[in-house]
């Protein structure tokens, strides 16, 4: 997944909630992973697959720049 633009990312859907924040995990097509903080305001980052997180390419805080890598998911296989 690509930042949607440039800007602060910032971990979590929103201030306190919780997001995937560890390899190995299984996110849901559409779950909020964070947000990207400018100064126009904030745009989420959200799985658009049933995924499993595979690493972090950022940390929260991190500036990021639109297009930028944020995180590697890779397709949830279905059973």
Same mark, same amino acid.
Request: hydrophobic share 40%.
């Given at each position: 997944?690509?930042?949607?633009?440039?800007?602060?990312?910032?971990?979590?859907?929103?201030?306190?909630?919780?997001?995937?924040?560890?390899? /190995?995990?299984? @996110? !849901?097509? #559409?779950?909020? $992973?964070? +947000?990207?903080?400018?100064?126009?305001?904030?745009?989420?980052?959200?799985?658009?697959?049933?995924?499993?997180?595979?690493?972090?390419?950022?940390?929260? /805080?991190?500036? @990021? !720049?639109? #297009?930028?890598? $944020?995180? +590697?998911?890779?397709?949830?296989?279905?059973?």
């Amino acid at each position: 997944m690509v930042a949607p633009g440039g800007g602060t990312f910032r971990s979590g859907a929103e201030e306190g909630a919780a997001a995937a924040t560890s390899a /190995g995990e299984i @996110v !849901s097509a #559409g779950a909020a $992973l964070g +947000r990207v903080v400018a100064r126009g305001g904030e745009r989420p980052v959200t799985a658009q697959f049933d995924a499993v997180l595979v690493e972090w390419l950022v940390e929260d /805080g991190d500036p @990021v !720049s639109e #297009g930028q890598p $944020l995180v +590697r998911l890779e397709p949830k296989e279905n059973p």
